[in-house]
């Protein structure tokens, strides 16, 4: 085999797909809309954290987005002072500018992968596979950066360096926080269970086609 057709893998003949043209259809269709959940996330939060205050019983939001914070930020920021950490809007700048342009790559990896009818197919999409797991290492890696490097100058300085959950309920001095992942990330991790299954039909469809081209050369 040619090294770019063993790259791109055989093209269907034109026999077999109309034959079995719901084999060949299934991993694009959901290549597709793992792409499209993707992109969707973009627009969605992925990340809340809600903090409970005496001074704000309703609680205070920030809603976390691949790239800005959005609620009560600035509101939190103060609050946080108080115990030593840093501004939310200090947290994780290079990831920020360039998430959606490494968003818009992972998709395109993923389509492109639509197109890629051999094993190389699986490296094109092992982005958005382990995207969700990234973010969420991510975060944490910031969360504990900002928890366990406090100012021991701040007012309430007697507060110990803490890892704020990635998910769930804590409690910091007197301020009480509920941390939950949101419809971005839910996407995110869809698109990954999506574009594992899709790989599975993938190998059932182009596998066999990849074989029968091997002995053939």
């Known amino acids: 085999m040619k090294e770019k057709e063993l790259f791109l893998g055989p093209r269907i003949p034109a026999e077999q797909w109309e034959k ?24 969605l939060p992925y990340w809340k954290l809600t903090l409970y205050a005496p001074q704000y019983p309703g609680g205070l939001k920030a809603e976390l987005y691949i ?36 968003i818009a790559g992972v998709v395109l990896l993923v389509l492109a992968a639509v197109y890629v009818h051999s094993p190389f197919a699986l490296f094109l999409a092992i982005p958005a596979i382990l995207y969700p797991a990234f ?9 504990r950066n900002f928890g366990t490097n406090l100012d021991p100058h701040a007012p309430l300085n007697a507060v110990k360096p803490f890892v704020p959950p ?39 469809a ?12």
């Open 20 to 43: 079995n043209k719901e084999k060949f259809l299934i991993p694009t269709i959901l290549m597709i809309a793992a792409a499209a959940l993707l992109l969707i996330s973009i627009f």
């Open 67 to 102: 790239n800005r914070a959005e609620g009560d930020v600035s509101e939190l920021d103060i609050l946080n002072h108080y115990i030593g950490m840093k501004s939310m809007n200090e947290a994780a700048p290079l990831e920020r500018s360039l998430s959606i342009f490494l």
């Open 135 to 143: 973010f969420l290492g991510d975060l944490y890696f910031w969360l």
């Open 166 to 204: 990635l998910y769930g309920d804590s409690t910091i001095a007197q301020f009480k926080t509920n941390a939950s992942w949101e419809m971005g990330l839910f996407l995110s991790i869809s698109a990954s269970i999506l574009i594992i299954v899709g790989l599975v039909f993938h190998r059932k």
């Open 206 to 217: 182009y596998k066999p086609l990849v074989e029968s081209r091997i002995k053939d050369t």
